[in-house]
Nanobody, 121 residues
Framework: QLQLVVSGGGLVQTGGSLRLSCAAS?????MGWFRQAPGKEREFVAA????????TYGDSVKGRFTISRDNAKNTVYLQMNSLKPEDTAVYYC?????????????????WGQGTQVTVSS
C-alpha cells in the first residue's frame, strides 16, 4: 500500500510563499495536489507526470504555483507564490496508478493527509 506524507503547511501573509512536500513510501507515477476550503468541493490544483516533464494546473493557480518532483527522494513539491486569502484551504497530495495527468479527484487512488494553508489578508 502506498503511503503519502504531506508537510509544509502553515500561516502566511498575502503575497507570501510556502512550499508543500509530499513524500511517498515508494516510486509513484503521476501525482497531484488538490485543496478543499470549508464548505467547498475539493479542487484540483496541479498535477505532474512520472518523469516531471509534463505538468498541468488549475486556472486559479496558474502562474503562481509550481509543481515539481524529485524521484530520487520519491517526493513531490508544490511551490506556492503570491498567495492570496482565497488560497486558504486544506491541501492534499494524491497519487495515481496511471501515467496520464489526472485533474479529477476520481483519477487518484491514493491520498495523503491534508495540511492546512492559511493566508491572512
Amino acid at each position: 500500500q502506498l503511503q503519502l506524507v504531506v508537510s509544509g503547511g502553515g500561516l502566511v501573509q498575502t503575497g507570501g510563499s510556502l512550499r508543500l512536500s509530499c513524500a511517498a513510501s515508494r516510486r509513484t507515477n503521476s501525482m497531484g495536489w488538490f485543496r478543499q476550503a470549508p464548505g467547498k468541493e475539493r479542487e484540483f490544483v496541479a498535477a505532474i507526470n512520472w518523469s516531471g516533464g509534463s505538468t498541468t494546473y488549475g486556472d486559479s493557480v496558474k502562474g503562481r504555483f509550481t509543481i515539481s518532483r524529485d524521484n530520487a527522494k520519491n517526493t513531490v513539491y508544490l511551490q506556492m507564490n503570491s498567495l492570496k486569502p482565497e488560497d486558504t484551504a486544506v491541501y492534499y497530495c494524491a497519487a495515481r496508478q496511471g501515467y496520464g495527468l489526472g485533474v479529477k479527484r476520481e483519477n487518484y487512488e491514493f491520498w495523503g493527509q491534508g495540511t492546512q494553508v492559511t493566508v491572512s489578508s
